[in-house]
Every structure is written in structure tokens, then in C-alpha cells.
């Protein structure tokens, strides 16, 4: 058998091309974040650093980055539970319901994905001041939750749907009320779907800019996104410093995707086993 398997050369070789073009901007942004000012003009961009330093992270430090660091570390963990609650207990019912009301409850709910951010931002921001949310972390919080459920509650649902339906009514015939079984059986067995969920959401939530731009003013309320976009103006030629930020800014991201690796490649191929 192993005589007869064909090598996919073509395939083989997009792969290690792809790796290539997804490699080499990571690695420019590390090394040179790692560059004096002056070294950056006078350096190879992909060059090793001849004097490695961290004086870039250093003045990144220095300008508040913390205090936009904890702001989107707020928005980001607040944004994420709530979705991740509400998603659930949404397709608990939808997949447990099977009535017209639960079907009719998922297209409205899926209504969402066709819906694009940028067409609703007028309203947003007029609830958002009518609400005398403006200029706060709450202003950052709601939209990211309204928007993040459709995607959420089309995962969930079909990771629940997989769960065979014998071990809800085995519960339900020794006394077990909805939400007996929601915590004690639906948790426990969506936690794939979960992690799934909510990588993608803080991705999104810790990356976004939109939202920021428009719901927020002060320098109190900034989060990441748009403080790099500030970095960018402050250190227009202090490029090391920009990429310092940015690399700083994507550590957290790194580091949920590698806690939750395993969980979200399962949670990806919810659905598709039927």
C-alpha cells in the first residue's frame, strides 16, 4: 500500500508556499521590533538584528500601553462570556424545542449573518448615545455580544444536534428539569463547540476597529486596535516601536489558540459527521 501511494507534489508544494507567505511577515514583525531606530534604516529588513534590543517594548511600556491593554482585555473576556451564555441557553432551545417557534427563532437569529457590521453603525451608534453608553467600555461590549451570536448560536446548534437525543430523555424521565440538563449534560458535552466560539469571538472582539472608532473618544476607554493606530502617528518613523506594539497586542491571541487548539478543531467539525 505505501508502494502504491501517490506523492501530491502540488500539494506539497502550496503547503510549504503558504507556510512561506504566512511565515515571513511574522518573522519580519518579531526581528524588527527587536531593531534600534537607526538600525532599521541601515539593517537588511529580514536580517538577523546585529545588537537585538528591547527598547521599543520598552517605550510601548512607557505610553500607556498597559491601560489599552486591560481595557481590551475587559472588553474582550466580558464580550465573550456573555455570548457564550447566551448562545447556549438559544441552542438548547432551538435544538431541544423542534417546534415552528425554535425553527423560526434560528432564522431570525441567523438573519444576523447577512447583515454586515458596517451597514448598522449609524444605528448603533445612535442607540449607543441615546442610551448615554458613548465613550464607554459598555459601548464596546453590546454590539460585539449582538453581533457575535448568530455565528455562535450556528456552531452550538449543530454541536448539539450530534449529542444523541436518548441521553436528554434518560435524564428527563429521572426528574432532570431543562436547566438540570443544560448544566449538568449540554456543558459538559459542548465544551468543543465552546472553545470553538469563543476563539473566534475574542478574535474578533480583540481585533476589532470599527467599533472603537466610532463608540469611543477618550484615552481612557481606548482598547489595542486603535491605540496602534495612534502608536502609528506617534512613532511614524520609529517603526520598531509600532511593531513592538503589534506584537505585544497579538501574545494573547497566540495564547488562547494554543490552550484551545484541540477543542477547536473538534468544535470546527461539529455537524459534518452526519
Same mark, same amino acid.
Given at each position: 500500500?505505501?508502494?502504491?501511494?501517490?506523492?501530491?507534489? #502540488?500539494?506539497?508544494?502550496?503547503?510549504?508556499?503558504?507556510?512561506?507567505?504566512?511565515? +515571513?511577515?511574522?518573522?519580519? @514583525?518579531? /526581528? =524588527?521590533?527587536?531593531?534600534?531606530?537607526?538600525? $532599521?534604516?541601515?539593517?537588511?529588513?529580514?536580517?538577523?538584528?546585529?545588537?537585538?534590543?528591547?527598547?521599543?517594548?520598552?517605550?510601548?511600556?512607557?505610553?500607556?500601553? *498597559?491601560?489599552?491593554?486591560?481595557?481590551?482585555?475587559?472588553?474582550?473576556?466580558?464580550?465573550?462570556?456573555?455570548?457564550?451564555?447566551?448562545?447556549?441557553? &438559544?441552542?438548547?432551545?432551538?435544538?431541544?424545542?423542534?417546534?415552528?417557534?425554535?425553527?423560526?427563532?434560528?432564522?431570525?437569529?441567523?438573519?444576523?449573518? !447577512?447583515?454586515? *457590521?458596517?451597514?448598522?453603525?449609524?444605528?448603533?451608534? $445612535?442607540?449607543? #448615545?441615546?442610551?448615554?453608553?458613548?465613550?464607554?467600555?459598555?459601548?464596546? /461590549?453590546?454590539?460585539?455580544?449582538?453581533? %457575535?451570536?448568530?455565528?455562535? +448560536?450556528?456552531?452550538?446548534?449543530?454541536?448539539?444536534?450530534?449529542?444523541?437525543?436518548?441521553?436528554?430523555?434518560?435524564?428527563?424521565?429521572?426528574?432532570?428539569?431543562?436547566?438540570?440538563? *443544560?448544566?449538568?449534560?449540554?456543558?459538559?458535552?459542548?465544551?468543543?463547540?465552546?472553545?470553538?466560539?469563543?476563539?473566534?469571538?475574542?478574535?474578533?472582539?480583540?481585533?476589532?476597529?470599527?467599533?472603537?472608532?466610532?463608540?469611543?473618544?477618550?484615552?481612557?476607554?481606548?482598547?489595542?486596535?486603535? %491605540?496602534?493606530? =495612534?502608536?502609528?502617528?506617534?512613532?511614524?518613523?520609529?517603526?520598531?516601536?509600532?511593531?513592538?506594539?503589534?506584537?505585544?497586542? &497579538? /501574545?494573547? #491571541?497566540? !495564547?488562547? $489558540? @494554543?490552550?484551545?487548539?484541540?477543542? *477547536?478543531?473538534?468544535?470546527?467539525?461539529?455537524?459534518?459527521?452526519?
Amino acid at each position: 500500500m505505501m508502494r502504491n501511494r501517490k506523492v501530491n507534489v #502540488v500539494g506539497g508544494l502550496s503547503a510549504w508556499l503558504w507556510l512561506l507567505i504566512t511565515i +515571513v511577515p511574522i518573522y519580519y @514583525i518579531v /526581528i =524588527t521590533s527587536l531593531r534600534k531606530q537607526s538600525a $532599521y534604516f541601515t539593517e537588511g529588513p529580514l536580517s538577523i538584528p546585529e545588537n537585538p534590543t528591547l527598547s521599543a517594548y520598552q517605550l510601548v511600556l512607557q505610553n500607556d500601553f *498597559l491601560k489599552y491593554f486591560v481595557n481590551s482585555l475587559i472588553v474582550t473576556l466580558v464580550s465573550v462570556a456573555l455570548t457564550l451564555v447566551v448562545a447556549l441557553m &438559544a441552542s438548547y432551545y432551538v435544538a431541544r424545542s423542534g417546534t415552528r417557534v425554535s425553527a423560526g427563532v434560528l432564522r431570525l437569529i441567523l438573519l444576523g449573518l !447577512a447583515i454586515p *457590521l458596517q451597514a448598522t453603525i449609524i444605528p448603533v451608534y $445612535y442607540m449607543i #448615545v441615546k442610551l448615554g453608553l458613548y465613550d464607554t467600555l459598555i459601548a464596546l /461590549i453590546l454590539p460585539s455580544i449582538a453581533f %457575535s451570536i448568530p455565528i455562535s +448560536v450556528l456552531i452550538i446548534v449543530n454541536f448539539l444536534r450530534d449529542i444523541p437525543g436518548e441521553l436528554f430523555e434518560s435524564m428527563h424521565m429521572d426528574g432532570a428539569t431543562d436547566w438540570r440538563m *443544560l448544566r449538568s449534560l449540554a456543558l459538559p458535552l459542548t465544551r468543543p463547540a465552546l472553545m470553538t466560539v469563543g476563539v473566534y469571538i475574542g478574535l474578533n472582539v480583540w481585533n476589532g476597529f470599527l467599533f472603537p472608532l466610532i463608540l469611543t473618544q477618550s484615552s481612557s476607554v481606548r482598547v489595542l486596535p486603535l %491605540s496602534l493606530w =495612534t502608536y502609528q502617528g506617534q512613532f511614524a518613523v520609529n517603526v520598531p516601536a509600532v511593531l513592538a506594539a503589534v506584537t505585544l497586542s &497579538a /501574545i494573547p #491571541v497566540l !495564547a488562547a $489558540y @494554543i490552550v484551545g487548539r484541540r477543542q *477547536l478543531v473538534s468544535g470546527l467539525t461539529a455537524g459534518f459527521g452526519k
